[in-house]
């Protein structure tokens, strides 16, 4: 059995463009292929720089042939290397954006961020149910709720964000607590805690997951 059969094919080398003026616009083609397929992100620093230093050595030469900027072609097959070469620098960089906004900002910052959120994801949610447990439990007037202050259990001098409270009357349980969405304005049964603040599911683009 070949054990090799499975192995990764080489990555093509990149050592030879820029050596040859003719084939100077087929080598912007396939450096721009290389760096937006990632074909050179496995590719030790100093090949990478070398590669550069070629490019930036190539173009001054071609300019140096074509002071006129006669040869259109060549000098958009530059501008669009360039692009891609601040593209690929700025890419980490996005990743980590991408990564804070999605709430997900952690050590990895490849492939694609989570950006969708379910309901299971928030154990740590706002039930209105528990809250007129409890109140009840205390022999507390529900009548009397009219609002709560949320802060971060681990910021017990965080002002918070203050939550209304509905209390309306209900044929079944006397009298029921509702959540306000302080967003939306509307009555939650439950409301999450997210980086903008407590927000409803509808508010926060919370999912539910299949079978919830």
């Known amino acids: 059995m070949n054990t090799n059969e499975h192995a990764h094919a080489p990555r093509p080398k990149f050592d030879t463009l820029f050596a040859d003026p003719r084939h100077y616009r087929g080598d912007l083609r396939l450096m ?43 000098l958009l097959g530059e501008c669009y290397a360039m692009i891609e070469l601040e593209r690929a620098d700025q890419d980490p960089l996005l990743r980590a ?10 050590d990895r910052n490849t492939g694609r961020p989570r950006e969708r959120w379910h ?11 528990e809250l007129r447990r409890r109140a009840k439990a205390d022999g507390t007037d529900l009548r009397t709720l009219h609002a709560i202050d949320v802060r971060p259990a681990d910021k017990p001098d965080d002002p918070g964000e203050r939550i209304a409270l509905a209390v309306v009357a209900d044929a079944r349980y006397g009298w029921r607590v509702w959540l306000v969405c302080p967003r939306c304005k509307c009555r939650r049964a ?23």
Request: aromatic share 10%.
């Open 32 to 74: 721009r292929t290389a760096i937006r397929r990632g074909w050179l992100n496995d590719a030790p620093q100093a090949d990478r720089d070398a590669l550069v230093a070629r490019f930036e050595q190539a173009s001054d030469e071609r300019r140096a042939d074509d002071p006129d900027t006669r040869n259109f072609r060549a």
């Open 190 to 212: 439950h409301l999450y805690p997210v980086r903008a603040g407590v927000r409803c599911r509808k508010c926060a683009g919370i999912a539910y997951a299949d079978g919830e």
């Open 119 to 129: 309901v299971a994801d928030y154990p740590n949610r706002i039930d209105a149910n």
């Open 97 to 106: 954006l991408r990564y804070s906004w999605a709430g997900e900002l952690t």
